[in-house]
């Protein structure tokens, strides 16, 4: 927002708008725009399952008090986008606020949106990224995408950004650093210690590093709960090029080109789109939850980037649950079965869905 005002872009009010996850529960309300719900300060994030409570900060109800307080530059709300509905949802919620607010402005931190398929085998995060985009040009609707901090979360390497900036940037422009200041107090003030995170962290480190390049540390991270927290992580190093970290860019969406942008009607349906019938990546839904009217299918299905063997015991905890009654059926990659099926004979039904199986108790 700063960025854009001070270009000499203007507007009479705004409102802020982030994407929840499929796989927890959230205590968000309607609003007079179908298919986008509203986020409050006291807002909440839960997991689905039942036989563990815990809440898991949510960042976006720490940003509703922030612009309660402060009234950056109009913002007077904070929708929240669902993507559970998948492309065909979130398309429906645009479009009902494009009939009031003149302009979307797509924001992506990172540049996940010009994954390329196998060729950038570390990409971390992208349903949430695929779901938004594909929906936001199937919306035809007036709308903007602001890129900043190409690749400080982690995902995809600096030529892979440099030639999409090249290919897709309609225009680009400096960071200025007052305003970077002035966000990174903002950022340090009310969400730093709330939620951590890498991105905001190294896009400010890469603005006043004052080398070409950075290399850092970035992890994959899979966890199963259970009446502890089981985490296993898996390293890798990432290049980050902060010369193009000192600017923003400005695209049009529609322009970009992404094998996973498919269109789907479920959070589901885009995992078998792009999981199944293309090809494995480490993505938001591995290990996660998904609420059936029968109770919880899991997507058993640990990141191809973690070593074996923790793979083998994330699928051997998975089954463990299913066979408990956590859960009422697991999403499970043939292979993957084929790897542990003998410890667990004649528990489970599996049903092939077309290269997934699913499996159910006995």
């Not at 609420?291 to 923790?310: K, V």
Request: aromatic share 12%; with cysteine.
């Amino acid at each position: 927002m700063a960025s854009l005002w001070k270009l000499g872009w203007r507007w009479d009010e705004c409102a802020l708008a982030g994407v929840i996850s499929p796989f927890h529960q959230h205590t968000v309300s309607e609003t007079e725009y179908p298919g986008a719900y509203e986020t409050f300060p006291d807002s909440k994030r839960l997991l689905l399952r039942q036989d563990v409570s815990k809440e898991i900060k949510f960042v976006d109800s720490k940003v509703s008090e922030m612009i309660g307080t402060t009234g950056l530059y109009g913002a007077n709300r904070v929708f929240a986008l669902p993507v559970r509905n998948g492309t065909r949802g979130l398309r429906g919620a645009l479009i009902n606020l494009a009939e009031v607010y003149e302009l979307i402005v797509l924001v992506d931190l990172g540049g996940d949106f010009f994954y390329r398929g196998q060729i950038d085998w570390h990409i971390i995060s992208p349903l949430f990224d695929s779901i938004s985009l594909r929906a936001a040009k199937d919306a035809q609707i007036p709308c903007v995408l602001f890129e900043a901090g190409p690749g400080t979360d982690g995902e995809l390497e600096p030529e892979a950004l440099a030639c999409a900036l090249t290919k897709y940037t309609e225009a680009d422009f400096p960071l200025d650093t007052e305003i970077m200041d002035w966000w990174e107090a903002l950022y340090v003030k009310w969400i730093k210690d709330y939620r951590p995170g890498r991105t905001n962290d190294m896009t400010i480190q890469a603005l006043h590093s004052s080398e070409p390049y950075l290399t850092v540390p970035y992890r994959v991270r899979a966890h199963l709960m259970d009446k502890t927290d089981e985490h296993f992580y898996k390293y890798f190093d990432q290049r980050i090029d902060t010369g193009l970290c000192r600017h923003f860019y400005l695209l049009r969406p529609e322009k970009i080109e992404n094998p996973f942008l498919v269109a789907c009607k479920s959070a589901k349906e885009w995992f078998w789109k792009t999981q199944v019938a293309k090809w494995p990546t480490n993505n938001e839904a591995n290990l996660e939850y998904w609420e059936e009217l029968n109770g919880l299918l899991q997507f058993l299905t640990p990141s191809p980037l973690l070593d074996e063997p923790d793979r083998l015991t994330l699928l051997r905890m998975g089954l463990e649950h299913l066979a408990r009654g956590i859960t009422v059926s697991v999403w499970i990659f043939p292979a993957d079965w084929a790897k542990v099926e003998a410890e667990f004979r004649g528990e489970f039904q599996a049903r092939n869905r077309g290269g997934i199986l699913e499996l159910t108790r006995s």
